[in-house]
């Protein structure tokens, strides 16, 4: 399997410019989860989706921020305008329903720089 | 709300050095237990996990042990390698909520 893949690795923008960040989980896996690391605050839930439906957007920081699933092999994370205080690295992780210890499953990662 | 905590790092040893990075946690109930692995420019990595008090998760040397009396799950490993230089995150989640709450995690450097 090609594991998680995201798209672009990487995206220099300047602020007020729309980004839209582009994941294919694993085929097979109902869940699909977007993370955002930075120095400051680590590794931060953002949303999680289950077979498409979105499940926990709380940790979404403001109207900025919107996610989509259309449908079971893409997800797009969108930030319009986006801010400096953006910039971070963004991951995508899925997950199989079945299992019992809820091991997830990481993309690469895309980096965003806001200018 | 549930929450981990690691020791800070970065965390410098010599090659064949013993590793022990802290881990505890708040959380209510029985969650399950991971730690995972940054390694330069990827992704994280799951390293081992444990779903139950007591239980021992291992993995390429590395081990770690659910103490739920002391809300710990410390990771070990007797000899560390050049190529264990990374972010170790320990993490938590529950059966009914399935996304992880993770630590800060912790820069490992190992010098040869």
């Known amino acids: 399997d090609a594991g998680v893949i995201q798209s672009p690795r990487h995206e220099v923008t300047e602020m007020g410019q729309e980004v839209t960040l582009r994941c294919k989980p694993i085929?097979?896996?109902?869940?699909l989860f977007w993370y955002r690391q930075t120095m400051m605050r680590g590794l931060e839930l953002l949303i999680y989706f289950n077979n498409n439906v979105p499940i926990d957007d709380s940790g979404m920081p403001e109207d900025r921020f919107s996610a989509k699933m259309p449908n079971a092999s893409f997800s797009t994370l969108k930030i319009q305008p986006s801010e400096p205080r953006d910039s971070a690295v963004y991951f995508c992780?899925?997950?199989?329903?079945?299992?019992?210890?809820?091991?997830?499953?990481f993309g690469p990662g895309t980096r965003l720089t806001v200018l | 709300g549930d929450s981990v905590t690691q020791m800070e790092g970065p965390v410098t040893l010599s090659e064949e050095a013993f590793l022990t990075i802290n881990c505890t946690y708040t959380a209510t109930g029985y969650p399950s237990l991971f730690w995972y692995v940054q390694y330069p420019g990827e992704g994280l990595q799951l390293l081992l996990k444990?779903?139950?008090?007591?239980d021992k998760g291992s993995n390429k040397g590395f081990e770690a042990t659910y103490r739920k009396e002391t809300t710990s799950f410390h990771l070990e490993k007797g000899s560390v390698q050049v190529s264990d230089s990374a972010v170790y995150f320990c993490?938590?989640?529950?059966?009914?909520?399935?996304?992880?709450?993770f630590g800060s995690g912790t820069r490992l450097q190992v010098q040869p």
């Open positions: 992780a899925s997950s199989p329903t079945s299992g019992d210890y809820n091991e997830q499953f």
């Open positions: 444990a779903t139950k008090a007591d």
């Open positions: 993490a938590l989640s529950h059966t009914g909520r399935r996304a992880l709450t």
């Open positions: 085929s097979g896996h109902d869940y």
